[in-house]
């Protein structure tokens, strides 16, 4: 059902958009790895911190991104889920077609989890995001997965990107455990 779900969601993608600057490679100091990628620190703003892999610093043309946000005013689940709930309206809001939702409960030993996959698309490019929420050290967080697809064949690319690697990419995000350490409250 993904498969044909995102073949009929990607035909609907159109938009508009740019992006920031971006720091040098330093091939030694990988903040972290995400399906054996190395990504690099590009760009902080407030709680959203931008990585990229390696080769991919400028930051109007990279086609693979790690995002990290901190919500530090979600301390638990429901404060959490509120949070979901705003992003997900920001996602509408920005013309994104939201292509799955998903929540792994509540357990003894940790709070609900949630995941959206959302659809962008803009002048010369279109964009997948994978966004897993949770708490993590105390603190509400998100860590987004974006694959970018640009040239004339970027919708039949981002379909059959999306065909062969959606689901595990889904999967992958919601078991990894790396996140670097939770920056001091400014």
């Known amino acids: 059902m993904f498969k044909q779900l995102i073949g009929i969601v990607v035909s609907a993608v159109i938009?508009?958009?740019?992006?920031?600057n971006a720091q040098d490679d330093k091939p030694d100091e990988a903040a972290f790895s995400f399906g054996d990628v190395k990504y690099f620190h590009r760009y902080t703003k407030d709680e959203m911190h931008e990585y990229?892999?390696?080769g991919q610093s400028d930051l109007d043309t990279w086609k693979e991104m790690v995002t990290i946000h901190y919500y530090r005013e979600a301390?638990?689940?429901e404060a959490l889920a509120k949070v979901v709930n705003g992003v997900t309206e920001n996602y509408k809001a920005a013309r994104g077609i939201i292509a799955?939702?998903?929540s792994v409960p509540k357990t003894k030993d940790k709070?609900?989890?949630h995941l959206i996959v959302v659809l962008f698309g803009r002048p010369g490019f279109l964009e997948a995001a994978f966004a897993r929420f949770r708490i993590h050290e105390g603190v509400g967080t998100s860590v987004i997965y974006s694959k970018?697809?640009?040239g004339n064949d970027m919708r039949?690319?981002?379909?059959n990107w999306l065909k062969m690697n959606g689901a595990d990419t889904e999967k992958a995000l919601m078991k990894w455990d790396a996140m670097p350490?939770?920056?001091a409250a400014k």
């Open 75 to 77: 301390k638990d689940g």
């Open 181 to 183: 350490m939770i920056p």
């Open 111 to 113: 709070e609900a989890e």
């Open 100 to 102: 799955r939702t998903d």
């Open 15 to 20: 938009c508009s958009s740019g992006l920031l």
């Open 156 to 159: 039949d690319a981002m379909s």
């Open 148 to 150: 970018r697809f640009y």
């Open 52 to 54: 990229t892999p390696a």
